[in-house]
């Protein structure tokens, strides 16, 4: 066979393979596309709002300012839980059982949280990490309730509130919760966050920004109905933000007014921004009811 011939042959078939792989390559990215929800369904979670107690007859305007000071309401008492398919169960927020502020509050309804966490079907040695949103004792004073679970703060809050010898700096925060995020620390439990929009599991992402206290953080979580901010006390009631009421109790009223400006853009809708202590979380998610509020 002659050079010229042989050379045609050879080209012919470079070019049909080229065109076979051209024509896998839709396919390829078909199947690829056909994949991604995969992915985004397992970084989804499923979010509910627990209550554990209730503050009878407490005073709006301490929460919302500017509010009708004549105006009371039973404020509930809540944590969060986040889980995701058995792999990761997570709480924003571990509730309160003990010590002198929890005597004083004398909440009523009080269900202590490692047991209501059995009303979305958990444990406490169930529970894999608890994202702590601010040193205060109605937020953080449940932690030892659940032993297996890893702690995350933010690291300023930590060091702010807590000296190196494990007692408060500050009265905002009681000395046996300060001693008992030292001694997590101390056994290796407690990871210090550095910073701003960190996605510290996936899925989830906390933020800072506001000022209830020095260094709060919210938390950005992803579901089947998009990111749900759980802004825990960076806003106390949907009157905050539907208003643009500073909190009752806050370092810096600007500062909590730009973190509910961000929550907007951060959150998929503004309903699935869940405020700290709003009675009305419960009548927006009704089911599954008896104290816990599904997300969705």
């Known amino acids: 066979?002659?050079?010229?011939?042989?050379?045609?042959?050879?080209?012919?078939a470079i070019l049909a393979g080229l065109a076979s792989l051209l024509a896998a390559i839709p396919a390829t990215a078909i199947k690829l596309r056909a994949q991604a929800p995969q992915g985004?369904?397992?970084?989804?979670?499923?979010?509910?709002?627990?209550?554990?107690g209730v503050s009878r007859d407490f005073k709006v305007s301490s929460?919302?300012?500017?509010?009708?000071?004549?105006?009371?309401?039973?404020?509930?008492?809540?944590?969060?839980?986040?889980?995701?398919?058995?792999?990761?169960n997570i709480l924003v927020d571990a509730g309160c059982y003990r010590g002198p502020d929890f005597e004083k509050w004398k909440l009523s309804d009080f269900i202590k949280p490692s047991i209501a966490i059995?009303?979305?079907g958990l444990q406490p040695d169930q529970i894999t990490d608890i994202i702590i949103t601010h040193i205060h004792?109605?937020?953080?004073?449940?932690?030892?309730?659940?032993p297996k679970a890893r702690v995350w703060i933010q690291r300023d809050e930590f060091d702010h509130y807590v000296d190196a010898g494990g007692k408060p700096r500050f009265d905002a925060i009681g000395s046996d919760d300060a001693?008992?995020?030292?001694?997590?620390?101390?056994?290796?439990?407690?990871?210090?966050?550095?910073?701003?929009?960190?996605?510290?599991?996936p899925g989830i992402t906390v933020y800072t920004g506001g000022k209830h206290t020095y260094s709060v953080q919210y938390v950005?979580?992803?579901?089947?109905?998009?990111?749900?901010?759980?802004?825990?006390?960076?806003?106390?009631?949907?009157?905050?933000?539907?208003?643009?009421?500073?909190?009752?109790?806050t370092e810096d009223r600007d500062a909590d007014l730009r973190?509910?400006?961000?929550?907007?853009?951060?959150?998929?809708?503004?309903?699935?921004?869940?405020?700290?202590?709003?009675?009305?979380?419960?009548?927006?998610?009704?089911?599954?009811?008896?104290?816990?509020?599904r997300i969705e």
């Open 259 to 293: 973190a509910q400006a961000r929550m907007l853009k951060i959150a998929s809708s503004p309903r699935l921004i869940l405020p700290g202590h709003d009675p009305a979380v419960f009548e927006r998610f009704p089911k599954p009811g008896d104290g816990v509020a």
């Open 179 to 201: 001693a008992m995020l030292m001694n997590l620390q101390k056994s290796g439990r407690l990871t210090l966050v550095d910073g701003d929009a960190l996605e510290i599991i």
């Open 40 to 52: 985004k369904a397992a970084a989804s979670f499923e979010v509910f709002t627990v209550r554990y």
């Open 118 to 120: 059995g009303k979305v």
């Open 63 to 88: 929460l919302a300012v500017g509010a009708d000071p004549s105006r009371t309401t039973d404020v509930p008492f809540m944590f969060w839980v986040l889980k995701h398919r058995g792999d990761r």
């Open 220 to 249: 950005g979580v992803k579901t089947t109905a998009g990111t749900v901010v759980v802004a825990s006390d960076n806003i106390y009631m949907y009157e905050n933000l539907e208003k643009q009421l500073p909190l009752g109790l």
């Open 137 to 146: 004792w109605d937020h953080m004073n449940g932690v030892d309730l659940f």
């Open 1 to 12: 066979m002659a050079r010229s011939a042989r050379c045609k042959i050879k080209r012919a």
